[in-house]
């Protein structure tokens, strides 16, 4: 089974900050197929990145992703109030399919 | 507009059962595999498992493998998982989502598992 392990468990910012989200997994992704979602309280997961570094139908260029091997990053280019949550990275490179235990962004 | 709109989850006691159903519009559902992913109270995002779009291959995660059976039913754009000997470690909200990555999710069914 493949871990993956976010770092740092919370980030403290503010709005208009860059925020910086690492994902690091315990074997390779030979291919780009990590995944980020967006989750707030009382609220199903949304997808915002794909194949590493697509962004999902809707999502706001100021999302991006980054990343080869067992290094993936989000980074948000200048945080919106809306945008504190918690971020989870997932693997579909193999079954079964893993998610990290998350990154809760906070103000 | 995608909808997944899951049902059926409750409060059971260990050792029950347990049926869920996902009924999904706004898409070509006969074309997409289907996946169930849970959420205990306060934790992260756990993979349950997997339909392909002809139900030709299935997947689940081990700590439901024999336990859980997904199914699902074009004709009705329904997806379903049944649940036996239910435990107390089952407990979370189980999330319908479409395709590979994931892309939509329903709104979530809760499913409690105490004596």
């Known amino acids: 089974e493949i871990v993956l392990t976010q770092s740092p468990g919370t980030l403290s910012l503010s709005p208009g900050e860059r925020a910086t989200l690492s994902c690091r997994a315990s074997q390779s992704l030979t291919s780009t197929n990590l995944a980020w979602y967006q989750q707030k309280p009382g609220q199903a997961p949304r997808l915002l990145i794909y194949g590493t570094s697509s962004r999902a139908t809707g999502i706001p260029d100021r999302f991006s992703g980054s990343g080869s091997g067992t290094d993936f990053t989000l980074t948000i280019s200048s945080l919106e109030p809306e945008d504190f949550a918690v971020y989870y990275c997932q693997q579909y490179f193999a079954s079964p399919r893993t998610f990290g235990q998350g990154t809760k962004l906070e103000i | ?115």
């Open chain 2, 1 to 115: 507009e995608v909808q997944l709109v899951e049902s059926g989850g409750n409060l059971v006691k260990p050792g029950g059962s347990l049926r869920l159903s996902c009924a999904a519009s706004g898409f070509a559902f006969s074309n997409y595999a289907i996946n169930w992913v849970r959420q205990a109270p306060g934790k992260g995002l756990e993979w349950v498992s997997s339909i392909s779009s002809t139900s030709a291959y299935i997947s689940y995660a081990d700590s439901v493998k024999g336990r859980f059976t997904i199914s699902r039913d074009n004709a009705k754009s329904s997806l379903y998982l049944q649940m036996d000997s239910l435990r107390a470690d089952d407990t979370a909200v189980y999330y319908c989502t479409t395709g590979i990555t994931f892309d939509y999710w329903g709104q979530g069914t809760l499913v409690t598992v105490s004596s």
